[in-house]
């Protein structure tokens, strides 16, 4: 590590001394009459190089700064929208204290709004921020997160989730048309760099033409604009590559675009964990298709259909091997209809391997249990979305959608559990083929300037049909379930849940003035669930043991009714935006089981108010307040046990009520292009009421949990923080995240508050050498305490990191990534590892070809360490990851 650490320290000061000659040159520009011009683009162009070397971008006073070389001769040029470009050459001296003034004439013609566009580096129009991207990229970007990632305010995670100022990206459309239904990671890990010409950022983005004046939407969505040369052309790259062991990937993405159509295909295969699409994206994806409650305040749970499934990545799992197809159109064949949908098919074949130290909260006499585990997940699965829409004028628009989902998956493991003196081998497998169509009907009318009429209604269908085998050398439950067979033991659970979900809500919106509107709006939702499950054993004979004792089975219809009025005012005063809601509810829930029938009715009014206040265009500061009700589905009501694991069994609850959550939201930010400075945070807090919790009751190491309303309030409290400087060819970066949340259960019958509190805090400094090195370096820190009534662990994880690519020779690119990690644990022994990863990458300039050597896991690290928290458990892992592979690819550029 010092050896590491001095390389480092020697790269830092050499970029410092390349900087050390750089003056500050300071200007302002105004119009004729005086007026300052804010959001004025301001460049420099190297006379010599005839290349872009400082831009800026100017602020409220019309003031704008550039760090450039000393005795360089630059072309400064400044634009703006309805002016005259300004050009001048100049020489800098020392750094100027009084700002060099320059004075925009207007272009009466306003025939040159569409090449100035063109030309300016960032353009900030309403609630559109352009970015052009050649100005912000360095030359070495591969995919379009590699672009992102150089744009102020933007951050890229490692799954291809956007943010940007601190808020997530709910949508990427290229060349404005949604990319497999807006999904960020396709997009940012698929798109090619060399076809963005600009990225658009669009704040509060709505996709309904009539409801633009009324738009409440807080979204933010991503538009890639294409380069002229990439369109009505076909554009992407193939690769194919191999290595010693049999490794292999294979991999297309190949882009189509033109006015009327658009056409993207992503396929590949690979067994060194490129992961294109998970089992996560699967259970992830849900077609754009969302509840309209949800807006009322009101929260009906349906459980998902990825029962029991790990969901294997490459930083956890040993072996990953997948298949994905997936394919997206977008057909406008007039200027009334449209057309799109996607396809996506994926296969799997996942092994995970793990050690877990598990500690029992409110066990104090009990040893801790080592458990080892093997685990491997089979998958096919599918996507399918079909959508079209009718907009015959500006006022009206008619759409449907079309999604459906079905899977055929497959989870075995292979457990050993140490608990003081007793060993238990023990083999499970989890077998569903979930499925669920849901169809979306929407309309929209503006007849004129002031109202506006929306009707949305939509039935969703979904079948899951789990099934577990479980064999032990111990008898399972045997308090509980009456086997008679002898070690092994094998027991299955059969389970089928059928939901059918209608909803409908119908809006009206009165545009009362400027800053005055209001909206009404009266919904339905209706479901259905029926759940059913039984227990057997199956003997040495190959017979079967069925278990009829009632305690054991479940045969459940479940209903669920809302019926809601709402009334929402949004007024705006100077720089204040405030938006009050009332939600009433009625409510009328119904289940019947065993020939008992349970349920209740009631009546809710659940408020809400957002207030915005803008202190200026992207500096703002946002509070919400709401109160949610929200509902538990079949799977907590049903009380016949359900076997969750090899020590649990669930049982429900059919008198369960809903939750009350009370939720305060605030969230600041300030983006400012005149120094590159951002800084964006945020804090909730929410205290919930009735929670659902578990009653737990523990035999040694088996438990059976039953859900209650607890009566004391549960909260968490959570926040986030950023900062981001930018300046010449640095870049500073740190990121905050905390969380402490209080909860409360009842375990062996005694009243638990559990205490969790997770921080992580993560700097970087990024920078450009010779525009041939590019170096990334940072920290990385977490702090997780979980705290139960009479028990307690700390966890750490310190981790440094660099990332370092070189260009050498003509046409050779080195690229290395390494991190060193730290875990401490109170509990259990502490350990550290590292992870290196390399390529060598050769194209020649101008060239469709590239040849890539890559090296993963040089350090040929075997695990990593992980701690998580439940309400009675505290568990810290190590999971076995991918051993050392080297692999030799070939890429063609389409």
Partial sequence: ???????????????????????TFNGEVRDSLGTPLQFANVLA??????????????????RFKLSLDRGTTYRLKVSFIGFLPFERVFTPGESNDIPYGIVLSSDVTQLGDVEVVSEMPVLIQGDTITYKADVFTQGNERKLEDVLEDLPGFEVDEDGGVKIQGKDVSKVLVDGKEFFEGDTKLATKNLPANVVDKVQVLQNYNNVGPLSGVNNSEQIALNIQLKEDKKNIVFGD???????????????NTFYYNPKTNLNLIAGLNNVGELTFTMRDYFRFTGGLGSFARGAGSSFQVSSNNLGIPMAERNNARDLKNIVGAFNYNLTPTNKWSFSGFAIGSKVDNTLGSVQQRTYILQPNSDQETLSSTQRVNSTSGLFKFAGKFTPNPSLQIDYSAFGRLSDISNSDAQTSVFGALTNDISGLRNQKPRSVEQQLRGFYAPNERDVFSFEASYQYQNQDPSYNLVTTGQPFASIIPMTASSPYDLTQLRDVTTKKQEAVLNYYRILNKTNHINFKVGNTYSTQTLTSNMFE??????????????????????????????LYKTKLGKLVLTPALNLHYYDIANEQNGVEEGFDKTLLLPSVNAKYTFRSSHSLTLDYRVTAEFTDVANIAEGLLVRGYNTLFGGNANLQNSLYHSVQLNYFNFN???????????????????????????????????????????????FASTDKRFDAWRFNFRANWSKSISNNIISD??????????????????????????????????????????SSQFENHKPFASLSKKFLKGFELEVEYEYNSYISSGSNSSTYDLLDANLTYRQDGSPWEFKIEGMNLMNTTGIRRDSFSESLISTFEYFIQKRYWLFSVMYDL
């Fill in 1 to 23: 590590m010092n050896r590491f650490s001095l390389i480092l320290v020697a790269l830092v000061c050499l970029c410092f001394t390349a900087n050390a000659q750089k003056v």
């Fill in 45 to 62: 162009i190297d006379t010599v190089k005839n290349t872009m070397a400082a831009f800026g971008v100017t602020n409220q006073q019309g």
């Fill in 238 to 252: 193939i690769s194919a590559g191999a290595g010693p062991e049999e490794r292999y990937k294979a991999k297309a």
């Fill in 538 to 567: 199956r003997l040495s004979d190959l017979s079967t043991n069925q278990f009829s004792d009632p305690t054991l089975v479940n045969l459940v219809d479940y209903t669920y009714q809302n019926y809601y009025l709402g009334l």
């Fill in 673 to 719: 292009m005149y120094n590159f400075f951002n800084v964006y945070g945020g804090l909730t807090y929410s205290k919930r009421f009735d929670d659902i919790t578990n009653i737990v009751s523990f035999n040694n190491l088996e438990r059976v949990n039953s859900p209650i309303n607890i009566n004391t309030a549960n909260e968490v409290l959570s926040g």
């Fill in 750 to 791: 005694t009243p638990n508050e559990n205490t969790s509190f997770l921080q992580s805090y993560r700097a970087t400094i990024s920078t450009t050498l010779f525009k041939s090195l590019f170096l990334d370096l940072g920290y990385d820190v977490s702090f997780n305490t979980y705290e139960g009534r009479n028990v």
